[in-house]
């Protein structure tokens, strides 16, 4: 039963990323007075990509440059693994919360490892942005983390989902959806790819299958980010649960979409000194959660 | 006065727009040197190969003085037989450019010249070919070459980033290299020229004097319009042409609609730099109805083709004119309202202010023009210092900030295009009825003619010497990025990279006008690929 659950649920998700970005698209092109791409051009994208070879640029790293986008692709999956989205959790014994934000951390660091691997001067710019902003980044999650585990007596999902309400479990809960745009990459977060500045930044030697694999692999964190904070809300079963869920995927994207659209780049600097100002409101809840409320 | 300093030298022609006056070697110096700390200004420099007149080449070297309204030209010749002429780039900075850029072309030798290296040609052009030497076929085909491998020094300390030739935010092949210690730019070194088109062998071969300001339109895709009426006032200048006034109030209204035109797109263009995809999106789209204007009166919305010499190809009916000022309360209300949104943006105002400081000292001595010397507190504009087409006749402000950075030179162009649209309105009030073409002139030979206009990003600058017989001797597109891009490694120093984009875009780069240039595949005669378009398309 259980495997029948983890593969649809990573069908669902492998299928579903692609589409919440075409969405994504279609808002932002109609904030901006456009006609906008339909809605499965994001999938044409990247079908387009997976025909494509990869290119090695001759000077990389062999063996840090070639399995970057497959680590970064798989351990975001696996982390998909652990927390109910369409179907009830499947594997969400074997790992917590904190297994999951590792996996995913994992997932930027192998994108940034195999960038620094190539020697283009864009790419070690691009990686040494990348890194600047977990680093910040992880500061913050680290408190807003401790918050919901100390005002749920847990760190596991099992725990987490849905959130007893308390003012530390919602001051908690908003903090993570904050966090959840920022690890998305969007404006005014995305300063690793920045195209007019340092021309996508990590991406810039990956091409083909390698760049499919790492684009589809940003997607599915996307999803997944936004799949545990509706766990935070929504019930545990029923097959309303299903339909609330998906209608709440598409809804936090439109949001997300449209505060993207009203916000130019952060500079590095600006963006890691929001994440750490950012992270007073995470130490906050932290300290409220201890406290009990 | 200018006699002052113009003491001892041959003047070769004295009017109210300017004075030439012929140097000697020996003084040159000092006389460039006077006239920079009288207020002029280094503008642009022609080299002429004169030898076919009288056996020498010729060095022009054009000074520019707002406050007297005036244009200085300095002109200085070689001795028999040899191409050697003093330098005066010890003494004003700004003529770096110019003069290399005749070292270049004619071969002119400049003694004293503190970085006497090729500027345009590429590196790998034979030596001692000069093509603008009068005696180098326009047609002629060099052999092929191979390309030199030089071995580059790298700095220490530092780590270098290419930005260019193809990079996205700069749309044309042009290229800076950024000497980077972490995140910030500890120096910058600029290589440009890869796309010359060779307009002025071109022109001065095989073009009439008609036919140049169809050539003079394309020498950039955003601001042709200033170009080919600077070209067509040098040679009325040159051949004392009177121009209609009809003719130039229509000039004059489409020299502002362009000036909207492309500040709208500048706008644009850095929002985008900014990640701010929709004010891009938005300001274009107000940008349209602008365009929509130049098609109602030129049947253009790019290249409009309506300057020729002695007037204006295209009238403005009183049916258009309504229209017209219909369009542009259109484009105004929407500008305002995006623009006010994006100035008032906290985090965008943010990347702007303190950013690219150019200080007025160096803006002063490199010579950089427009919005860029108005940025950094220079009170200058070519519309005004030296009226040129209707700008005599109306009535307008011209914006002037201290602060030099990006944020700046954003107000400034927020400022200009809204006076541009009262300047269209009076124009359009108050355009007396007439004639919109003389073609009864003559062209006198050999006579040195100087057009001069206010583009969208500076001072445009064209100096023609007349040949009669319907042909030109010699002419010499100046624009104004020209003099703006030398100031741009002093603005990137000490600046982060992530705003060296938004630094080179904030002096509204138009490299293609400075190369005089453009890069059509169909042009080498190579064809790229043949079959249905749509496949074309696709493999493009």
Redesign the interface.
């Known amino acids: 039963m259980n495997a029948v659950y983890a593969a649809l649920n990573l069908i669902f998700i492998v299928l579903f990323a692609p589409l919440l970005d075409g969405i994504e698209r279609k808002v932002?092109a109609r904030?901006?007075?456009?006609q906008g791409p339909p809605l499965i051009q994001t999938w044409l994208d990247l079908l387009k990509l997976f025909r494509r070879p990869n290119v090695r640029p001759r000077e990389s790293v062999r063996w840090l440059f070639e399995p970057a986008p497959a680590i970064a692709l798989v351990s975001v999956l696996a982390a998909s693994l652990f927390i109910p989205s369409l179907l009830p959790g499947s594997l969400d014994t074997w790992g917590d919360i904190i297994a999951f934000i590792y996996l995913s951390t994992l997932s930027a660091v192998a994108i940034a490892l195999g960038a620094f691997s190539t020697g283009s001067?864009?790419a070690?710019?691009g990686s040494?942005r990348e890194v600047s902003i977990i680093m910040a980044e992880e500061f913050s999650l680290a408190f807003i983390v401790a918050a919901l585990a100390a005002s749920s007596g847990g760190l596991s999902f099992s725990r987490l989902f849905p959130l007893q309400l308390k003012v530390s479990t919602i001051t908690g809960a908003l903090a993570f959806a904050v966090m959840a745009y920022v690890a998305g990459a969007r404006?005014?977060f995305?300063?690793a790819e920045?195209?007019?500045?340092?021309?996508e930044g990590p991406f810039i030697e990956f091409s083909g299958k390698g760049l499919g694999m790492l684009k589809l692999s940003i997607y599915v964190k996307r999803l997944l980010l936004t799949t545990i904070l509706l766990n935070f809300f929504l019930p545990q079963d029923g097959t309303v649960r299903v339909l609330v869920y998906v209608i709440g995927l598409v809804i936090i994207s439109v949001v997300y979409a449209s505060i993207e659209?009203?916000?130019?780049?952060?500079?590095?600097?600006?963006a890691a000194r929001f994440l750490k100002r950012f992270a007073i409101v995470g130490i906050l809840s932290w300290i409220l959660g201890v406290v009990g409320w | 006065m200018v006699f002052d300093i113009l003491k001892g030298c041959k003047i070769l022609e004295h009017n109210d727009k300017m004075t030439v006056a012929e140097v000697g070697a020996s003084n040159i110096r000092e006389i460039a040197r006077a006239l920079f700390e009288r207020g002029y200004y280094y503008s642009s420099g022609m080299g002429v190969d004169e030898r076919p007149i009288n056996g020498r080449f010729a060095m022009y070297h054009i000074f520019n003085c707002d406050t007297e309204g005036r244009y200085v030209v300095l002109k200085i010749t070689s001795p028999e037989g040899s191409p050697e002429v003093p330098s005066i780039t010890p003494v004003i900075k700004g003529a770096e450019w110019s003069e290399r850029e005749a070292m270049d072309m004619l071969g002119i030798v400049f003694s004293g010249h503190p970085k006497p290296e090729r500027l345009i040609l590429p590196d790998d052009w034979p030596e001692g070919v000069y093509p603008l030497r009068k005696d180098f076929p326009y047609n002629k085909k060099l052999p092929p070459s191979k390309p030199i491998e030089k071995e580059r020094e790298h700095k220490k300390d530092v780590?270098?980033?290419?930005l260019g030739p193809y990079?996205?935010?700069l749309h044309e092949p042009e290229y800076f290299e950024l000497y980077?210690k972490g995140?910030k730019v500890v120096d910058a070194e600029y290589r440009g020229f890869h796309i010359h088109r060779g307009m002025e062998k071109l022109a001065e071969s095989r073009m009439t004097i008609n036919q140049i300001p169809f050539l003079a339109e394309r020498i950039c895709g955003i601001c042709g319009c200033t170009h080919s009426a600077a070209y067509c006032q040098a040679v009325e200048d040159a051949a004392g042409i009177y121009v209609p006034e009809r003719a130039q109030y229509i000039r004059t209204i489409m020299l502002e609609v362009e000036r909207i035109h492309s500040h709208l797109l500048w706008f644009g263009v850095v929002?985008?730099?900014?990640?701010?995809?929709?004010?891009?999106?938005?300001i274009w789209?107000a940008r349209e109805y602008i365009m929509d204007i130049a098609e109602l009166i030129t049947g253009n919305r790019k290249t409009y083709g309506i300057n020729i010499v002695g007037g204006v190809r295209r009238d403005i009916t009183e049916d258009k004119k309504e229209k017209t000022l219909k369009l542009l309360d259109m484009v105004e209300k929407e500008s305002r309202e995006v623009l006010d949104n994006i100035a008032e943006?906290k985090?965008?105002r943010?990347?702007m202010e303190g950013v690219g400081v150019l200080p007025k000292k160096e803006a002063r001595e490199i010579g950089v023009v427009g919005p860029m010397a108005r940025s950094s507190g220079i009170d200058t504009d070519v519309r005004r210092d030296h009226p040129y087409a209707a700008y005599k006749d109306l009535d307008f402000k011209v914006p002037v900030y201290k602060e030099g950075d990006v944020f700046a030179r954003f107000l400034v162009r927020y400022e200009e295009i809204f006076e541009s649209f009262n300047m269209i309105r009076q124009a359009l009030e108050n355009m007396p009825p007439g004639e919109l073409i003389n073609d009864e002139y003559e062209i006198p030979p050999f006579k040195l003619g100087i057009g001069v206009t206010e583009a969208p990003r500076g001072e445009n600058i064209h100096a023609v010497i007349t040949w009669g017989e319907n042909m030109i001797y010699r002419w010499h597109p100046r624009a104004a990025t020209y003099n703006n891009l030398p100031a741009v490694p002093i603005m990137l120093r000490g600046n982060?990279?992530?705003?060296?984009?938004l630094i080179i875009a904030s002096i509204d780069p138009c490299f293609s006008c400075t190369d005089h240039v453009s890069i059509i595949d169909s042009e080498s005669g190579k064809i790229l690929w043949r079959g249905p378009l749509k496949e074309g398309v696709r493999r493009v």
Request: proline share 10%; hydrophobic share 35%.
């Open positions: 932002k904030l901006q007075s456009r001067p864009y070690q710019i040494h404006i005014p995305d300063v920045a195209e007019p500045e340092i021309v659209a009203h916000y130019g780049r952060f500079r590095t600097k600006d | 780590m270098e980033i290419p990079h996205p935010s980077v995140d929002c985008h730099l900014l990640g701010f995809d929709s004010g891009f999106m938005h789209r943006m985090e965008l943010e990347r982060d990279v992530a705003d060296a984009p």
